[in-house]
C-alpha cells in the first residue's frame, strides 16, 4: 500500500480509471471520491467506482494522504481553494491536467504550507468521459509525465511515481514548460487539426450527401475518433496550453503550405521524401510499444490513447 486514504477530485474517466487500477493492486487503504453534479454522484455510487462518494470536494479531502485534482483544467483553482482550508498536514495533492504550467499558476498558491503539491499528467485516454468510462487498464505501459515544482518535497515526488508505477504506467520527470510544448507535439496541434477536419468534412457533406459517413473508413474516421473528444476538456487546453500550441500549429501551417506547393507544381519526389520520413516515425511509435503494428489502426482490440 502506498497512500492510506486517496481522495479523488472529478469521477470520470482518469479519476475513475484510477481507482480501479489502485483496486486491481492495493496501492490504497480506502479510496474516496466526489463530483460537482450530483448524477455523476449517483452513477459512482451505484457501480460501486470509489469506497465512498463524498458530496463535497471539502468532506472527500478530510484525512486524505493523497488528493487528486481529476476535474478539467479551467476548474482546478477554484477545487483548490475549496480544499486548501481541510487538508490534512503533509498530505500530497497532485492533478492529472494536459497542460501543466497553468495548473501549476492556478493551484500551487492556494496551498497550505505543510503540504506538498506534486503536478502531474498521465498520458493516456479515450474519447470517452463520464463515471462509468473508466478501466483499470487505462494507464498500461502508457507515460506519467511528473514535473515537480521548484524547492518541492523529493519524497512526495518519488511516492507519487511509486504509485503511477503501480498503476501500470511508466514516469518520467519533466520541466512543465518543456511538458507542455511536448503535448502541444504530440496531443494538442493533433486534436485541434482532427477537429478541423472533421468540421471541414461536416461542411462538406451538404455536396456529397452522406457519402462521408459511408466512405469514413478511408482515414476520415480516424479523425472522427480524436473529435469526438470532451469538449470541456479540449477547450481549457487550447485556452490554458495557448502558446506552444500556436507555436506548433504556426510551423504546421508553414509545412502545409510546402506541401500544397509540391502538389501543385507536381513535386513527386518531394511528396515521397516527407511520407517516407514519417512512415519512419510510425515504425519508431510501434517500437517503443505506444501502439500496434495491427493494420486498421488495430480496432477491435486496441483501446484510445492520448
Ligand atoms: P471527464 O471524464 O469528463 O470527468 C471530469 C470530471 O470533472 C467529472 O467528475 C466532472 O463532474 C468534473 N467537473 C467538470 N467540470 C467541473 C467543474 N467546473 N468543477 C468541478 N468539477 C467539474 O474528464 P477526464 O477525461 O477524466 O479528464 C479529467 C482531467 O484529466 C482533465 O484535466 C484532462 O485534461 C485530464 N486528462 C484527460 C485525458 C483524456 O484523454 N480524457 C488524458 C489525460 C489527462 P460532473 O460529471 O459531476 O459534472
Not at 156 to 180: F, I, K, Q, S, Y
Request: charged content about 25%.
Amino acid at each position: 500500500m502506498i497512500y492510506e486514504r486517496v481522495a479523488l477530485i472529478g469521477l470520470g474517466l482518469i479519476a475513475g480509471s484510477m481507482s480501479l487500477a489502485m483496486r486491481r493492486t492495493g496501492l490504497a487503504g480506502e479510496v474516496v471520491g466526489t463530483s460537482r453534479s450530483r448524477a455523476t454522484r449517483e452513477t459512482a455510487r451505484e457501480i460501486g467506482l470509489v469506497d465512498h462518494v463524498f458530496d463535497t470536494a471539502a468532506e472527500a479531502v478530510e484525512g486524505a494522504d493523497l488528493v487528486v485534482i481529476a476535474t478539467p483544467i479551467g476548474a482546478m483553482e477554484a477545487v483548490a481553494r475549496e480544499i486548501a482550508p481541510h487538508l490534512k498536514p503533509g498530505a500530497t495533492v497532485t492533478d492529472v491536467g494536459s497542460v501543466k504550467r497553468r495548473v501549476i499558476e492556478a493551484v500551487a498558491p492556494h496551498l497550505p504550507d505543510g503540504v506538498h503539491f506534486v503536478p502531474a499528467h498521465p498520458m493516456a485516454g479515450t474519447e470517452h468521459s463520464g463515471p462509468e468510462s473508466g478501466f483499470a487498464e487505462l494507464f498500461d505501459n502508457r507515460w506519467c509525465l511528473i514535473t515537480p515544482i521548484e524547492g518541492g518535497d523529493p519524497s512526495a515526488v518519488e511516492r507519487l511515481t511509486a504509485l503511477w508505477n503501480g498503476l501500470g504506467a511508466n514516469v518520467d520527470a519533466m520541466d512543465p514548460d518543456h511538458h507542455d510544448l511536448v503535448c502541444a507535439v504530440t496531443s494538442h496541434a493533433p486534436h485541434l487539426i482532427a477537429y478541423t477536419m472533421v468540421g471541414v468534412a461536416d461542411d462538406l457533406r451538404r455536396v456529397t450527401d452522406s457519402e462521408v459517413v459511408k466512405y469514413s473508413a478511408a482515414g476520415f474516421r480516424d479523425f472522427t475518433r480524436i473529435a469526438a473528444s470532451d469538449p470541456t476538456m479540449w477547450r481549457d487546453v487550447f485556452l490554458t496550453n495557448k502558446d506552444a500550441t500556436l507555436e506548433i500549429l504556426g510551423r504546421f501551417t508553414e509545412e502545409l503550405f510546402a506541401l500544397q506547393r509540391a502538389i501543385r507544381t507536381g513535386d513527386g519526389q518531394m511528396l515521397h521524401d516527407y511520407f517516407t520520413r514519417t512512415r519512419a516515425i510510425r515504425r519508431g511509435i510501434i517500437e517503443a510499444g505506444q501502439d500496434t503494428a495491427a493494420p486498421d489502426f488495430g480496432r477491435g482490440g486496441a483501446k484510445g490513447t492520448r
